[in-house]
């Protein structure tokens, strides 16, 4: 592994255990098994560390997501239910960012508009899956409005759900996280179809 990729996998271990105000430069380095000079050779600050992180978190989403599509084919059900589950462990490997989100996002103009970016694409992905699912008839048909809306109730929830656990004074583990999936799955339920119900009803692979 090459020593900017050791970095931002140290960052992340230490700031999903000690959170990132707790986390130094120093502290980094020595998880990663190098010298600070070396770190500072790489990344400015632990603000660019951040925003290094962010930007992989934002390609494994979108990787992981078209990975689901090409094996099980896009918006299928069973590539919606795999979604779910996917989502949920992205939100465990990177629970920091989700814990942090909204104070890490306001300190920092660019993580701004690199967040407000993805947000908005990530936003049309949730669109563009429910006119598929409906155009295959998973999903019953409902009116342009009603779509946006759909599509706005299910990223929120896949957005703030570890947040909502930890304010609710619940751990961010497996099993809470699964419970988000259930949520997104009642969500999709008040719309699916008789063909769509089975593969709807059920957890999906994540793998």
């Known amino acids: 592994m090459k020593t900017k990729s050791r970095i931002v996998v140290a960052a992340i271990a230490l700031f999903n255990d000690r959170g990132t105000k707790a986390v130094t430069t120093n502290h980094i380095a020595a998880e990663a098994g190098i010298s600070p000079g070396n770190l500072y050779y790489h990344f400015r600050n632990k603000t660019d560390i951040i925003r290094a ?13 078209q990975r689901i599509s090409a094996e099980r084919g896009p918006a299928t059900a069973d590539a919606v239910a795999g979604t779910f589950v996917m989502l949920q462990e992205f939100n465990w490997r990177y629970r920091f960012f989700k814990r942090e989100m909204t104070s890490l996002v306001t300190a920092d103009p660019v993580l701004k508009k690199r967040f407000i970016k993805t947000h908005r694409a990530m936003l049309a992905l949730v669109r563009s899956a429910l006119d598929v699912s409906i155009a295959q008839g998973l999903l019953r048909d409902i009116p342009a409005r009603e779509r946006d809306l759909l599509a706005e ?10 947040n909502y656990l930890e304010l609710g004074g619940e751990k961010v583990d497996t099993g809470t996280l699964e419970r988000g999936s259930e949520q997104l ?4 339920l008040r719309y699916v179809t008789q063909k769509g119900l089975r593969a709807f009803s059920r957890p999906g692979r994540a793998g």
């Open 53 to 65: 992180i962010f930007d992989e978190m934002d390609k494994y989403g979108v990787a992981e997501y």
């Open 153 to 162: 109730e299910i990223w929120l929830v896949t957005l703030f759900w570890p």
């Open 185 to 188: 799955r009642g969500i999709m």
